[in-house]
Structures are given as C-alpha cells and as structure tokens.
C-alpha cells in the first residue's frame, strides 16, 4: 500500500511542484485547491503513474473541507501527510493604505483555512501515527518584518506558533510538525499578491536568482520522508542572493 499526501493549494507553485515530487516517490495523491481544471489537468498528468484523487476546495469554507475529508474514496483515506500549503498576500502598499476586506481575505486564508484542514484530517494522521507528517507553508515574513508585510507577516507567524504549539500536543501520537519558512520563489504569488500585474511580477524575480517551486516541493518531501524518529520543527530557506537589510531610521 502507498503512502498518502494531501496537498492544499496543488493548482500552482508549491503545490503543484510538490504533487509532481510525491509523485515521483510513489505516493497516492490527494490534491485540493479552487480551481478544479487544474486539478484534473495535474490528475491527466500524474494519475498514470500514481492513484489521483482531486477535490475542488476553498480551505477558507470549515464545512467543505469537513465534507472533502468525509467523502475521501477507499485508497485515500489514510493520510499520511498533509501538505498545508494553500496561501495567499495582497496589498503590498502600506498598512494604512489597504482595504480591510484584504487583511480578511489573508486571515480567513492563511490562518483559518490552515487551522480548517488540519482539523479535519488530525484524527486520521494519528492513527496513522509514527512516521505521519503536517508540513505548513510559514515564510521568512513570519519572523522578520519588512514594509507591507503587515498582516501576511502576521498570518505566517501564527503558522510558525500553530506549528511548534501542535508538537507539544501531538507528542506521543509520533505525528510531526514542521513550519517550512521560505524567502523569495518564483510562482504565481506575486501575481496574486499585485493582483494580476505581470510586469511587477517578472521585476520581482529579473536579475536575481529566487527559489523555483521545485526547490520548495523538494524540502517538503524531504521532511515529510525522514525516518519518523526526526522532526523538522522549522525549515528556513532563503535565494543565496537575498538577505535582510539595515534597521530603517526616520530622519528630519
Ligand atoms: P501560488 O499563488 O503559486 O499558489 C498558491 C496556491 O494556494 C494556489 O494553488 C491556490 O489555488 C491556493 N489557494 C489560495 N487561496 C486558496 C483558498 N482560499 N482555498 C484553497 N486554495 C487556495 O503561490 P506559492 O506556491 O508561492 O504559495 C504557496 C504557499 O507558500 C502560500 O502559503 C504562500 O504564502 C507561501 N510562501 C510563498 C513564498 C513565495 O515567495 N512564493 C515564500 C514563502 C511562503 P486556487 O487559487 O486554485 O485555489
Ligand atoms: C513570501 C516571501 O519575502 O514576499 O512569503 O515575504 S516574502
């Protein structure tokens, strides 16, 4: 029998690259997002080579992701690791610059819908027990400030203390945790977060060297395939080519 992942958000960048690298090892695939083409185009792409199910699902919406996990068919049932990926920034201006329907949206994303599936599926990864992995997609914004972060920064850092607060629980279950924080990587997450601006996007990344999707999908197998005896607690990866800067000074 294959092992299991459930991945949230596999219609593009992490996700997806992380559906291709399970993939690639053999596992059965679950594979969530809204945007039910793409699932079903990744399905054709890999439902050769490993049993696929799809699931069109906003994570925001408690009762959905209740019925999604309810209604997995036999052969995907017992989940061995959830991949909490589904995420989302917008308004990169200032904080007294945004709309306040922009700092729901992240919330009721990155921090309720998180805290959505991984309720769902808790009682089925600890029967899984020792071996079984929750991977959540942190970032370096949930530690380090930066302007415009604002509330994304502040979703991350719950991420990164939902994360470590669950190891203590799950202590014994031999369910682990990780907090896999990234810096800067090409996907669409630009695009989502400039709301379409595909020239911003490409500024973003051009003459530099950022992180791809694959780089990330290979830290989160990496986690999620270690003996069960090791726990990742928390996984920051950055491009060689970005580092912080000096502490900002407000002059007359
Ligand atoms: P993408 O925009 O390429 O992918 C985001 C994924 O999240 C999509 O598959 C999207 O699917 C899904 N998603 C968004 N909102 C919802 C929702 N309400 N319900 C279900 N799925 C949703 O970005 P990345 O791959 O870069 O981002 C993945 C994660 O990594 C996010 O949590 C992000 O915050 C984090 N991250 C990204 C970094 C980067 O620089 N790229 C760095 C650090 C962390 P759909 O629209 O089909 O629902
Ligand atoms: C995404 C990376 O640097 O835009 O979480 O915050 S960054």
């Known amino acids: ?94 904080a007294q610059q945004v709309e306040l329907a922009d700092w729901h949206t992240m919330i009721d994303t990155n921090v309720t819908g998180l805290v959505n599936v991984t309720h769902a599926l808790l009682p089925t990864l600890i029967a899984s027990g020792a071996g079984a992995s929750i991977v959540n997609l942190g970032s370096v914004a949930g530690q380090w400030p930066y302007p415009g972060s604002h509330v994304y920064g502040a979703t991350k850092a719950f991420v990164q203390q939902f994360s470590y607060n669950l190891r203590c629980d799950l202590l014994g279950t031999g369910v682990r945790v990780t907090d896999i924080a990234p810096g800067m990587a090409e996907t669409e997450f630009t695009l989502v977060r400039t709301r379409g601006d595909q020239a911003a996007s490409e500024r973003l990344y051009s003459g530099t060297t950022p992180l791809t999707a694959e780089d990330i999908a290979e830290q989160i197998f990496y986690v999620a395939s270690l003996p069960a005896h090791i726990n990742i607690n928390r996984l920051e990866v950055m491009p060689t080519r970005q580092a912080w800067q000096p502490f900002a000074v407000d002059r007359d």
């Open 1 to 94: 029998m294959s092992n299991i992942v459930f991945i949230t958000g596999a219609t593009s960048g992490f996700g997806r690259a992380a559906a291709r690298r399970f993939a690639a090892a053999g596992w059965s695939l679950v594979l969530t997002g809204r945007r039910l083409e793409r699932l079903q185009a990744l399905q054709d792409e890999l439902g050769g080579q490993v049993p696929v199910h799809v699931a069109a699902l906003d994570v925001r919406d408690a009762e959905a992701v209740r019925q999604a996990v309810a209604a997995l068919p036999e052969g995907f049932r017992q989940v061995r690791a959830l991949i909490n990926n589904a995420g989302l920034a917008l308004a990169p201006q200032a």
